[in-house]
């Protein structure tokens, strides 16, 4: 029975696939039959590519007749040569010839409305001497006056501003300028007086303008520039537009002056490009490719150069630029060495997100007191490239807005720096790192922490009670690992972002105890910084140490010498006095002069000093003449000195306190009152237990002394281990070799 079962359920198998098979086979067939349909339809009928416009041979009588009809574009009346083959070859003499006789005729009719040229898209053959079409003029003001019309003539004068205000201020002129000052001919100048239009023009030969004042747009977006092309000392009135521009070999704009906006925005200059001596108003090559050499030396950008994005294959030179408004280098690639030397930056130079592959050279460039080098994101490998600037001027150049996403920056700025043993420069780098996670503490302990944050704490902060219901809902399911997070939330836009971003930190919620570590760390890093730069300022250490042993070598004096009054007085002389007041004061000068020259918040270092040094001495002073004194060797002297050597000794193992030995007591004699040079042992006193360095061992004694006076010798000992460890960290790193050996690898 089984196997009659098995047998059936085969057969059965075997007829539905039968079935199958035949179900099938139709559609197969059609589907094959459509696509041999499809493959005939797209090989006879094939689809619609748009036809690109067809360039029509320029003729003498097509150019005389579009003379004669000139069209209005913008305001401006245009000799319309668009989508025309124009072909000036040596070979074709006569019309070469007669093109530039007949054009130029009309182009330079003196009186009458200027008349502009466009030769969008059309197909330049030959070399075009676009000069040849301009008007030559003498270069002094009596030759201009006859000539031009009042409005004409009202921008050629302000190229003679431009030379006044080059004098004024001592910055090289152009080369027409002695023509422009004075009243008779050193030279000529080319004017075109009607707009250009080369909208996607293509010129197979050079392109010739040297010279050349135009006093209308030039409009050159996405022309290409097969040869050469020289716009040498040119004057731009009015916009010029190079947007997209193709120049395949050299371009000169040498000299040239833009005076409104320069675009070059998203051209290529696959060969060197030229823009030395030239003056800039407002310049754009945004997204510009230079493979070749880009030059950009002596030039003065009177408003913002925007070069973000901007890539340099090749040397980029920008020495002895003058930079007014800010430079802009957003994302910008430096693929090889990149030159700022001598160049004048009076605003910011933004280098967010560059990449500096090979060199930048910053060596004695001059920075206004608000100018900086954003260096934010900069992508920049120590080991491959360098950076390059004035010793202990360039670090403090750098500007990072945050830590976070910089920290691998700041590193290889600090190893570059260390490595041309610019110790000043990398020690700035270090400083400016630890400013920042400064910043970070202070906001992780006083800052809304969104993901711990209660609801109301959320709407106080700035948020909405819809958005802070959205944050809590979204922090339930997952915490948020970044500010820019909340720009996910729908109900956060942009303008709520950057009103709360300042108020707000993103971290893991922190306990008490965390949050007391956290304090004690934010303590101890800005103790750390204002007193040392972080271990970079030895001028400001010696600074603090020299305060600090002013203040406790007059307080020891005043104890010492200052007892009583009453019944039988033991008080200093008049000398005395005199002499320790004025050493204090000169002590605390040279001291603050130390401070407010070496660090970065001076206010807050001395107050940081004062904190230290002031709160518990002053009540330890206080406590003493409140309740008096009333022991045994009232008229000796709490200090004593070692009487049987007197040298500079370093003492950093020796106590405050003698110690109750009769032989240490027979060595130690008490300090004479009666010398005039006694006030300067307690100042030795001060040094021995703040440097752990003095000329005698002098310390207190053993007998007879008051326990607030034991404490305040104690005292200044124990900030003294501090504050020799503090100093001794500082030297190692600003000691050039024995900072190449802690920090190279």
């Avoid at 006030?679 to 030795?684: G, M």
């Amino acid at each position: 029975m089984d196997k009659l079962f098995f047998k059936r359920k085969g057969a059965l198998r075997k007829a539905q696939r039968s079935a199958e098979k035949l179900l099938c086979e139709p559609l197969r067939l059609t589907f094959a039959i459509l696509c041999v349909l499809i493959t005939l339809f797209i090989l006879f009928f094939p689809l619609p590519v748009q036809a690109q416009p067809e360039r029509t041979p320029l003729t003498i009588e097509l150019l005389q007749e579009r003379l004669r009809t000139p069209t209005l574009h913008e305001g401006n009346l245009m000799v319309d040569l668009r989508q025309m083959v124009i072909d000036l070859r040596a070979e074709n003499a006569v019309f070469h010839d007669a093109f530039y006789q007949v054009l130029r005729k009309e182009l330079q009719k003196v009186g009458a409305k200027p008349l502009g040229l466009d030769l969008s898209y059309s197909l330049i053959q030959g070399d075009f001497i676009g000069s040849d079409l301009a008007l030559r003029t003498p270069l002094y003001a009596q030759g201009i006056a006859s000539i031009f019309t009042a409005t004409e003539k009202e921008q050629l004068e302000r190229l003679r501003g431009v030379c006044v205000d080059a004098l004024a201020v001592g910055l090289p002129s152009p080369k027409d300028c002695k023509s422009l000052l004075a009243t008779t001919p050193f030279s000529e100048i080319t004017v075109f007086r009607g707009a250009l239009t080369l909208v996607e023009t293509r010129f197979n030969g050079e392109v010739q303008f040297p010279n050349t004042f135009f006093l209308q747009t030039v409009d050159a977006q996405g022309a290409s520039f097969i040869q050469t092309s020289n716009w040498n000392e040119t004057r731009f009135s009015h916009s010029a537009n190079f947007a997209s521009a193709n120049f395949r070999q050299a371009s000169n704009f040498q000299g040239s002056i833009f005076f409104d906006k320069a675009s070059f925005k998203q051209s290529k200059f696959q060969d060197s490009a030229y823009f030395q001596d030239s003056i800039f108003k407002d310049a754009n090559f945004n997204s510009a490719i230079f493979k070749q050499l880009a030059k950009f030396t002596h030039v003065q950008w009177q408003g913002n150069a925007d070069f973000s994005n901007v890539r340099f294959a090749n040397q980029a030179q920008f020495t002895q630029a003058n930079f007014n408004q800010l430079f802009l280098l957003m994302e910008a690639t430096f693929e090889q060495a990149v030159t700022f030397r001598e160049a004048q930056f009076n605003q910011a130079v933004n280098l967010r997100g560059a990449s500096i592959l090979n060199q930048a050279d910053f060596s004695d460039a001059r920075f206004a007191n608000i100018a900086y080098l954003n260096v934010s994101g900069l992508s920049f490998n120590s080991n491959q490239a360098k950076i390059l600037g004035n010793v202990g001027q360039i670090g403090k150049m750098l500007y990072v807005p945050a830590l976070q996403g910089n920290q691998n920056v700041l590193r290889n700025l600090g190893q570059n720096f260390r490595q041309q043993q610019q110790i000043a420069d990398a020690n700035q780098v270090e400083y400016t790192k630890h400013r920042l996670r400064l910043t970070e503490l202070s906001r992780l302990l006083v800052g809304t922490n969104i993901n711990s944050a209660s609801l109301e704490r959320l709407i106080n902060v700035g948020f909405s009670a819809t958005q802070a219901d959205a944050i809590t809902r979204r922090r339930q399911v997952q915490l948020f690992r970044n500010n820019n997070e909340l720009l996910s939330i729908a109900d956060i836009n942009t303008e709520i972002y950057t009103q709360v971003s300042s108020r707000i930190v993103v971290g893991e919620p922190l306990s008490f105890f965390g949050w007391l570590l956290q304090a004690l760390n934010w303590l101890a890093l800005s103790v750390l910084l204002l007193l040392s730069g972080y271990g970079t300022s030895v001028g400001l250490v010696f600074g603090v140490g020299v305060i600090a042993i002013a203040y406790f070598g007059f307080i020891f004096w005043l104890i010492d010498r200052y007892r009583r009054l009453l019944p039988v007085p033991i008080i200093p002389t008049i000398n005395e006095v005199t002499a320790i007041v004025t050493s204090f004061s000169v002590l605390a000068i040279f001291g603050l002069i130390a401070i407010f020259r070496s660090a970065e918040q001076p206010w807050l270092s001395l107050g940081c000093i004062l904190i230290i040094i002031v709160p518990l001495p002053a009540a330890l002073l206080f406590r003493l003449y409140q309740q008096g004194r009333y022991h045994d060797l009232m008229h000796v002297s709490y200090f004593t000195e070692d009487g049987t050597m007197r040298q500079l000794r370093l003492l950093i193992g020796r106590l405050p306190v003698i110690p109750r030995n009769e032989a240490f007591r027979e060595r130690y004699m008490p300090l004479l009152w009666n010398r005039r040079w006694n006030w300067l042992n307690y100042y030795d006193f001060a040094l021995n237990n703040l440097l752990k360095l003095g000329f005698n061992d002098i310390r207190l004694r053993d007998e007879h002394l008051p326990g607030i006076i034991s404490t305040l010798a104690w005292y200044q000992w124990s900030l003294g281990l501090l504050y020799i460890t503090l100093l001794l960290w500082t030297l190692s790193r600003t000691i050039p070799g024995l900072n190449l050996l802690i920090y190279l690898k």
